[in-house]
């Protein structure tokens, strides 16, 4: 490998913009983040943080900016062919695949990365290397006792590590991971992060984490951002950031 | 290991499938020499309906769509046939033909996927019907090319390899297809292609989002189910040596929507049951209460969808099996009892 630092960042982003109409979802962020970085992104409801992800992902356009994945332009690139390329996200809400078993989800997602989007006449079951991956991904995050539990029957902690896991399944160079824990119990919360934590610090990922509970981003990462009105207003490790009386203004005013 | 709720779809049949499967080809290579040569025709339609009912079984198992266009390809299929081995005597040669058809209803499946596959649930289905009627009115209008409402009659009898097949012959020619197309169809609904498009009808952003590429194998869905379709129309037009514009009628399509119906979505052997079904419906009752179609098809499908739903005339069958091997072991365990005492 050559030097490090002649390698491009991970991920450039560069006075990217996307505006609904007068609300400036996001209004002109750059960001760089390299192999490895953990960044945690907070900020109140409709700061634009989802939207910023979006973007990232390739489910909405910007109107204007540039993403770069090490070096090379993908603005044009869909969403699922920058999945494949790993920029992976997990959701905020519910999405996974309900009426599958979770072992047929986490397979799923297993086809997906091995490019066999297209094989229609071999038997899935005689795929052994899917299979053997897709159980080794079970057994990874500890989902091995409900493999054939049909994931709709399952509670929803159980279906945010079955998101994860699926992301996990693509091979992710940057994970976006988007409050991981809202609607989880208190206790599945810290299970849930652990995992997800644990994984990410495993294969050296970058990760770009939004999350709401305070003391859960101070936990989890050395370096936070706070966003408000599509914009960045405060960067640097958590202790840093919530000392800053406009980031404690924004965060506790609007009731955060 | 619960194997019941392990699998993909379709549950992998033990032996007892199979062999119920070579079963039911043998009658259906036997039973010519039974029956009369218009219930044989029943048979023919019944085998070549499967297909076209297969797609529509195919769209919505695994993607939750509802397709009432298949009479497009149904159409195309018979139109091919009529212009080349009818109307302008090009050549008769099924070999010829029926790739033709096919290759041709792919084409056009794969372009009108683009448009229709754009829009999903009420809306797919409503594009499906648009379709139909636009092709409708275009073979119904472009009288001096396909002869208007009179459609085009006379179509020559196939020839296989140059051999001419008579009417016996080509019963068994639809018969090697139909079983053909299901076991390919058996197959796609078993691969990893038909996984994904479960994931896509569960959750299209999640399956975007772990890199299916949505639009194009839903497209891709939408071409398999249309050549189905395509084949069914070429045989149907050999089988009768007539096509008219009706073919393409919408409503024509939705009689595969209601064999899908009638069958059940919830077994592969749905869309078998259904066509066999719709078909004998159809003989029955406009054989004996010709004014009662509306009425008696209409009903039965109400029937089948308050009481047994998504399980159709398969589940009926599968419950009734059901209570017969129950009981029959009760009996076997009271008999044990009786002789222990």
């Known amino acids: 490998m050559s030097n490090r630092e002649q390698n491009p960042p991970l991920i450039t982003v560069s006075k990217l913009r996307k505006h609904y109409g ?56 869909a969403a699922d062919q920058r999945a494949k390329r790993g920029i992976v996200k997990t959701f905020q809400l519910e999405h996974v695949f309900g ?4 072992f047929d989800n986490i397979r799923t997602a297993c086809v997906s990365a091995a490019g066999m989007h297209y094989s229609m006449f071999k038997d899935i079951q005689n795929a052994r290397e899917i299979n053997e991956w897709t159980d080794d991904l079970l057994k990874l995050f500890d989902l091995t006792s409900v493999k054939y539990t049909f994931v709709k029957n399952l509670g929803h902690g159980y279906k945010k590590v079955i998101d994860i896991a699926m992301c996990f399944a693509m091979k992710p160079r940057i994970l976006l991971v988007d409050e991981p824990t809202s609607g989880v119990g208190e206790e599945e919360k810290y299970r849930t992060m652990g995992l997800l934590m644990d994984q990410i610090e495993a294969n050296h990922l970058a990760a770009i984490i939004v999350e709401h509970d305070l003391n859960l981003v101070k936990e989890l990462s050395k370096e936070t951002i706070v966003m408000c009105d599509g914009e960045f207003i405060a960067r640097g490790t958590p202790d840093q950031v919530f000392s800053q009386e406009k980031v404690i203004e924004i965060l506790v005013g609007k009731g955060f | 290991m619960n194997r019941e709720v392990s699998m993909t779809i379709p549950s992998r049949g033990g032996r007892a499938k199979w062999i119920a499967a070579l079963l039911l080809t043998a009658i259906a290579v036997i039973i010519p020499f039974f029956i009369s040569g218009y219930q044989r025709t029943l048979i023919q339609k019944f085998l070549l309906w499967t297909p076209a009912t297969f797609g529509v079984y195919f769209l919505y198992r695994l993607l939750r769509q509802v397709h009432f266009g298949q009479s497009i390809f149904i159409g195309i299929g018979g139109y091919i046939i009529a212009f080349s081995a009818g109307k302008y005597a090009i050549t008769n040669e099924l070999m010829i033909l029926l790739p033709a058809a096919l290759v041709i209803s ?122 189905n379709a395509g084949v069914t129309g070429a045989l149907l037009a050999f089988s009768y040596n007539y096509v008219s514009p009706s073919a393409f009628d919408w409503g024509y399509g939705a009689n595969f929507v209601q064999s899908a119906i009638i069958g059940g979505v919830n077994s592969v052997a749905g869309p078998i049951v259904g066509a066999f079904g719709f078909i004998h419906l159809e003989f029955f009752i406009s054989t004996w209460f010709a004014d009662l179609w509306e009425i008696i098809i209409g009903l039965t499908i109400a029937i089948i969808v308050l009481t047994v739903g998504e399980d159709g005339v398969t589940g009926i069958v599968k419950a009734v099996f059901g209570r017969i091997k129950c009981k029959l072991r009760k009996q076997q365990e009271s008999t044990d009892k009786h002789v222990k005492s």
């Open chain 1, 99 to 102: 009426e599958m078993t979770v």
């Open chain 1, 22 to 77: 007068e609300v400036k979802a996001v209004n002109d962020i750059s960001l760089e983040i390299s192999q490895g970085q953990v960044i945690t992104l907070v900020g109140a409801n409709g700061a634009g943080k989802t939207t910023f992800l979006n973007l990232l992902t390739g489910l909405i356009r910007p109107d204007r900016g540039e993403i770069s994945l090490l070096g090379e332009k993908i603005n044009g690139v």
């Open chain 2, 106 to 227: 792919i084409v056009v499946a794969y372009v009108l996927g683009i448009f229709i596959t754009k829009r999903t649930g009420f809306y797919f289905a409503v594009m499906g019907i648009a379709v139909t009627m636009v092709f409708w009115s275009l073979v119904y209008k472009a009288r001096g090319i396909t002869g208007g409402s009179d459609g085009i009659s006379h179509i020559n009898n196939p020839s296989l390899f140059t051999i001419p097949l008579g009417d016996l012959a080509l019963y068994y020619f639809c018969l090697l297809v139909s079983v053909g197309m299901i076991v390919v169809m058996l197959r796609i609904l078993n691969s990893s292609f038909s996984l994904q498009l479960r994931a896509i009808a569960g959750d299209l952003e999640k399956a975007e989002s772990i890199g299916i590429p949505v639009n194009r194998m839903q497209r891709l869905a939408f071409t398999i189910a249309g050549a």
